[in-house]
């Protein structure tokens, strides 16, 4: 038990799975929050003249805002203004180069505003073409800035923000989701239909296999059949059916995986059992009139638990690149999130068009780390099993 503990590979595990658990209660929003302008980098990527996210809050009647910087990749105003309803308010925008009037209100008491420089009527009402991007013109070079307000006094509660093309530790993906949130909700996903469909898909394969390898006769002929069908089918195209049938939530991943992942098990338990069916010390339990449960329960499953072991630290890697492809394919729940899922989303919304790596890099290297870790963990056991594979 020591030596496992020890071994580097455990100790990354162990990390790993407490990060899954308690790394989602550690971060500041939620993975389905908008952090940043779709596709920007991380904030520590080499800056340049690239903006990052900055927002302002207005208080007063006007504020000067000095840029120098490539224009931001987003322009949005928001909040509240109070005035006389008798009064005119404009909320005005002045670049070095021309003034625009962002909104011209009246008749009321309280204004919401709620502006966005991506909205094709705020493009129309300003007088830009409406396939540009807004922001283009409204920062044109760098210089100082002025957003006034005039006709509310000072009753004035708005927060311009600008979202850059920079932001958080590993960027922002499609929809401007924090990448590095979605990175640690995704260990959590993944850990779950790894360790949980091997163990569903060994704990099957163990007792199919010491019941075919025990009994022996019908018992036995039958689930071998089973074993040589369910090992000739294409997997993929029945995970894919399975899934478009039972549907795409997380329980029910675990379970279609679990169902054509038993098989190896049971054969390597059956070939097991069979050699110590007909050892010498089974055969004096059978004379002393031990039953066929306790010879099963008390010996045979602690003989066969190790090569249960090496199979559960071999299967999970497995599973986890079964969810990584189903989810590829988009035949996950588009809700969950997992690294399989943000590799897919990745995909489809132009990662490798837009060059976003940050996008593909962390959960493509997320899910070769959990293999390694598990590989590593199933040939240390496999060693422990037969020492004879440690020799050099």
């Known amino acids: 038990m020591k030596d496992i503990l020890s071994r580097k590979s455990v100790i990354a595990f162990i990390l790993l799975a407490l990060l899954g658990v308690f790394g989602p209660a550690l971060l500041p929003r939620s993975p389905y929050e908008f952090a940043g302008a779709p596709f920007a980098r991380p904030v520590w990527w080499r800056s340049g003249t690239l903006p990052a996210n900055v927002s302002y809050e ?19 105003l928001s909040g509240k203004i109070k005035a006389s309803p008798e009064s005119r308010v404009t909320v005005t925008w002045r670049t070095p180069e021309r003034k625009f009037l962002l909104a011209e209100l009246s008749g009321e008491s309280e204004y919401w505003l709620n ?10 009402a300003l007088g830009l073409p409406l396939i540009s991007r807004s922001v283009d013109y409204l920062f044109p070079r760098a210089g100082v800035y002025e957003l006034r307000v005039e006709g509310a006094g000072e009753d004035i509660s708005l927060r311009l923000s600008l979202p850059g093309e920079r932001c958080g530790l590993l960027g922002t993906d499609q929809r401007g989701r924090d990448v590095f949130t979605l990175l640690i909700y995704g260990i959590r996903a993944s850990l779950i239909i790894g360790v949980s469909a091997t163990l569903i898909a060994s704990l099957l394969g163990m007792s199919l296999g010491l019941a075919a390898g025990y009994a022996g006769g019908l018992c036995d002929a039958l689930i071998m059949r089973a074993v040589d069908i369910l090992m000739s089918i294409p997997t993929l195209p029945i995970l894919m059916v399975l899934a478009g049938i039972w549907g795409k939530g997380l329980w029910q991943l675990v379970l279609i995986l679990s169902i054509f992942s038993w098989m190896g098990t049971a054969r390597s338990v059956r070939a097991l059992v069979l050699t110590l069916r007909e050892s010498q010390w089974v055969e004096s339990l059978r004379a002393l009139g031990a039953k066929r449960s306790y010879i099963l329960a008390r010996h045979l499953v602690p003989e066969t638990a190790p090569v249960l072991l090496a199979n559960i630290a071999l299967g999970v890697p497995g599973a986890i690149l079964a969810e990584a492809g189903l989810a590829f394919l988009g035949l996950s729940d588009p809700r969950l999130i997992s690294w399989g899922r943000m590799l897919h989303e990745a995909h489809s919304f132009g990662a490798f068009t837009e060059g976003a790596w940050w996008l593909l890099l962390p959960p493509g290297l997320g899910i070769v780390a959990v293999c390694l870790i598990f590989m590593d963990i199933g040939k240390f056991l496999e060693e422990k099993i037969d020492p004879r594979l440690g020799k050099k």
Do not use: C, Q, Y
């Not at 207005?58 to 949005?76: C, G, R």
């Not at 502006?115 to 129309?124: P, V």
């Open 58 to 76: 207005i208080n007063s009647a006007e504020t000067s805002i000095t840029w120098d910087k490539n224009p931001p990749a987003i322009f949005s």
């Open 115 to 124: 502006l966005d420089g991506r909205d094709m009527i705020f493009k129309h």
